[in-house]
């Protein structure tokens, strides 16, 4: 995993400082759980597949203060367990990422109502079970920070994803509110959009959008989607974990209710 040069930058910043990272076992989840790490947070990973126990025993043994637990933040009783486990470590909380995210690509006729609510479930009612759980935490930290995962679908949906678009407006929307009701408290609530990351949920959107919108050879319609990137580039988990380590830092402070594009230039809205 290429190393974050935010958490070099930040190095020590967020020494005392702990926060929790849903589905932080892998992809950009991972990468942004190492970079609070490596600044010196203590992190709490939350995945509902028990190889997050791997993920934080590596990071451990880079010598890092990380802890895991198995949660599916779409069960409120599992969310709730993960918020005990933070009081039982911490006492209270200072970051919550809420990046755990699913997408899945279908026609609109194939697609399920069950299909629909399932992406909606972990895409954005997760996002309120969570905040809802760590606002008494947050409010007994001086800097108290939500971040949550939207996508360049915040911004635009693409075709056949009604239903992740819808979940990823719906996260900007959220976040705004809360913005707005926690700000008293000292809380920054924010949102930010990743456009192209490498991870295994771009490897699915690779060959399903692939298949549903020509005849396309595995990785070659997200190679046709990165031409159009103005940096040319798809993003690594690191990339967002710098903006989300600033977003997080006291040089971000003055900023809340805000939705930032990490996408190499592919919107500019
Ligand atoms: P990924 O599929 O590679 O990893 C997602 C992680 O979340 C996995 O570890 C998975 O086990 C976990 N997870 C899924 N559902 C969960 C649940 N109900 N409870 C707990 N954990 C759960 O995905 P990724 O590419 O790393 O995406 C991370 C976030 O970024 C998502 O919210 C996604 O929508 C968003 N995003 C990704 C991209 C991209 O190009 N990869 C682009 C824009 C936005």
Partial sequence: MTKPIGSEIFAGHFKGRRALVTGGGSGIGLGIAQAFAEAGASVLIVDRDPKVADSAENLRQAGFEVEHAVADVTKEDEV??????????????DILVNNAGIITIANLEELSLEEFNRVLAVNTTAVFLCCREAAPLLRASENGVIL???SGQGRQGFIFTPHYAASKFGVIGL??????????????????????????????NDREWGSRLGNYK????????????????????ADVANLLLFLASDAGSY???QAINIDGGMFMN
């Fill in 80 to 93: 709730k367990a993960a918020f005990a486990r933070v009081v039982e470590l911490w006492g209270a909380l």
């Fill in 175 to 204: 976040s705004q509110s809360l913005a707005k009701e926690l700000a008293p408290s000292g809380i920054r609530v924010n949102s930010y959009c990743p456009g192209i990351v490498k991870t295994e949920m771009w490897e699915y």
């Fill in 218 to 237: 595995p990785g070659e319609l997200i190679q046709e989607w990165i031409n159009g990137i103005p940096l040319k580039r798809p993003a690594e988990a």
């Fill in 148 to 150: 949550n995962a939207s």
């Fill in 255 to 257: 900023i809340t209710g």
